[in-house]
């Protein structure tokens, strides 16, 4: 392994250079310059050491993605706590049993999951503080009361003189330290407590920072969308913007469409990080419908003219996004193959990534210019990945890994860690892919939801799923097995359905089926189309939670 390099000194060396530079943004609210940042985590600092936290208690942090938010846990990590950040799409019970469970000593909260706790089911804890102004919402330890009513008042005796730049010295952590515990979103019930180390946040930094550092510069804009609690979200926009001296804007609100578009347009982001279903979305909705015209597919099918059509798309494609960007990076789920296919057709700067929450979360990744279509990239440094099949090239197997990025195993869980890591050290994803000679990995879905056909074929339902999703009137869809038949459960396009009756829309759908089986070989072929009147639930990364449909 690599000689280790501390996290924290990236977060001091960033605040440090880029001191009177805008670092933080709520969109359409406050700004955060670097030395601001500073600022607070100094008076986070001050409430903690006399509030009787010490380096390693855990701090839980859940709320929607805000500069607060996002200070609290730079404060927690560089005064030596461990983060535990909490989805705040989670409903209470589960923000009270991952509070519970992680045995965290403060709670800081949004204004939105402040509404669906209850202090009471958290006993273990000595403080609720409201993100939006750090005031103390609940104390149960006269320290801290003290301490956040005399927080101002310490700060100014500790730095009579102003607080500035040599002040800055952050906890000095060691590669195997605990640095947050990641309760995974979990698509197949309830979520575990990924312990992640130093090392592995340090190995997703210094990564990206080698590949994209060089490419996105201090002072770009980015524009956080996922959410902050989930590690792709966390890696890859907010700590390595943060550590590049980048200026991050957050929504701090529900991520629409239409809000993303717009801030799209006002941020003119040079990254953006994404999930399949933004892309996917904004593509269908404002690009299809322009280059799927009579017109355009004749212009496309001309040899000589084509080649300037596609660069005219391209820079439409581009400026829909916000007309300054270096690539899209989508993880999380596949991106569709004809959105894919599309963007890569017109040279559109589109790259795929793949990773998990024990790996904080890179496994592969590759620039847009090296990008293969279907892959997700090549395995990042200090990071080795296997196939486990008799041929890696061409038969799926188990992809595992070993390297810097992996977690320590599942917190007071290791029955679980045992399961997931092996006596080699590999982390065994539970996902199936190959490996070309170019190092290129391609992921053929999730072993758990891989269906055994009658005769013991394997079928992989997102191989037909993503060929369903592009069919006339199919927003998403999932395909489940009732005994030896395959079903396609489908929420049809809302705003397409309007126009037609139940029985059109039956035979749309039957005519799916009919074109859709066409292309499937018999065992996996579907015996018939449901509708359903509502979108399928998701986990915060966007993953249809299958557990839930049969």
Known sequence: METFSS????????????????????????????????????????????????????????????????????????????????????????????????????????????????????????????????????????????????????????????????????????????ALINYTSGTTGFSKGVMLPYRSIWGNIEFIISRLGGKIHAGDSLLSILPMAHMYGMAVEFLFGFCNGCHLFFLTRLPSPAIIAQAFTDVKPTLIVTVPLIIEKIIRKKVFPKVQDNRVRLLLAMPVVSKKVKERICHEVYNAFGGNLYEVI??????????????????????????????????????????????????????????????????PGEIVTRGTNVMLGYYKNEEATRQALDEEGYYHTGDLGTLSASQHLFIRGRIKNMLLGANGQNVYPEEIEDKLNSMPMVSESIIVQREDKLVALVYPDKDEVVSFNEKELADIMEQNRHDLNETLPVYSRISAIELHDKEFAKTPKKSIKRYLYH
Request: charged share 25%.
């Open 7 to 178: 996290f924290n000194a990236y977060i001091q060396r960033s605040i440090i250079q880029n001191w009177d530079q805008d670092a933080l943004t709520d969109y359409q609210g406050i700004t955060l310059q670097y030395h601001d940042v500073a600022r607070k985590i100094e008076k986070l600092h001050i409430l903690f050491e006399n509030s009787d936290v010490k380096k390693g208690d855990k701090i839980a942090l859940c709320g929607r993605n805000s500069a607060h938010w996002a200070v609290a846990f730079l404060a927690t990590l560089t005064y030596g706590a461990v983060a535990v950040p909490i989805l705040h799409e989670f409903n209470g019970e589960q923000i009270q049993n991952i509070v519970n469970h992680s045995e965290s000593k403060l709670l800081f909260v949004g204004d939105y999951a402040v509404k669906t706790i209850d202090p009471e089911a958290m006993p273990a804890l000595e403080g609720i503080i409201n993100i939006p102004d750090f005031s103390l919402l609940i104390s149960r330890s006269e320290r801290l009361t003290y301490a956040r009513e005399h927080l101002n008042l310490m700060f100014g005796s500790k730095y009579p003189m102003a607080f500035r730049k040599e002040h800055i010295n952050y906890h000095q952590d060691e590669a195997d330290e605990l």
């Open 330 to 395: 989508v993880g999380g789920a596949a991106l569709s193959k004809e959105v894919e296919e599309f963007l890569v057709s017109i040279g559109f700067p589109i790259t795929v990534g793949y990773g998990t929450t024990e790996c904080a979360p890179l496994i592969s990744y590759c620039d847009h210019k090296e990008f293969v279509p279907g892959c997700c990239g090549k395995p990042v440094d200090r990071m080795e990945v296997k196939i486990l099949s008799s041929d890696p090239e061409n038969i």
